[in-house]
Nanobody, 121 residues
Framework: QVQLVESGGGLVQPGGSLRLSCAAS????????MGWYRQAPGKQGKQRELVARIVSGGSTKYADSVKGRFTISRDNAKNTVYLQMNSLKPEDTAVYYC????????????WGQGTQVTVSS
């Protein structure tokens, strides 16, 4: 059983910052990729958007919309991934989901329950 526990979401004003955390626990092979996805209001029927991901070697990938504002990092010893979000905009409002891809497991990995991020004045 694999469990992902997310924290750090909330309400913030435009231009503010939030830091999301996601800790993985349970039994799984070493994690190759950890990432954050989001789903904006009114888009529940559409695929979640990749925000950022980081592989075990440290290489990262970001959505164009968050480059220069968001930073993803991971602590392999703690099986935890972080997303530092700065200069937040109203269009960043969404439910953010953590995802991990172990070396062996489901093709789409494991997902967290989601944490709400709302950017509003």
């Amino acid at each position: 059983q694999v469990q992902l526990v997310e924290s750090g979401g909330g309400l913030v004003q435009p231009g503010g910052s939030l830091r999301l955390s996601c800790a993985a626990s349970g039994t799984f092979f070493s994690i190759s990729t950890m990432g954050w996805y989001r789903q904006a209001p009114g888009k529940q029927g559409k695929q979640r958007e990749l925000v950022a991901r980081i592989v075990s070697g440290g290489s990262t990938k970001y959505a164009d919309s968050v480059k220069g504002r968001f930073t993803i990092s991971r602590d392999n010893a703690k099986n935890t991934v972080y997303l530092q979000m700065n200069s937040l905009k109203p269009e960043d409002t969404a439910v953010y989901y953590c995802n991990i891809l172990p070396g062996v497991g489901p093709v789409d990995g494991y997902w967290g329950q989601g944490t709400q991020v709302t950017v509003s004045s």
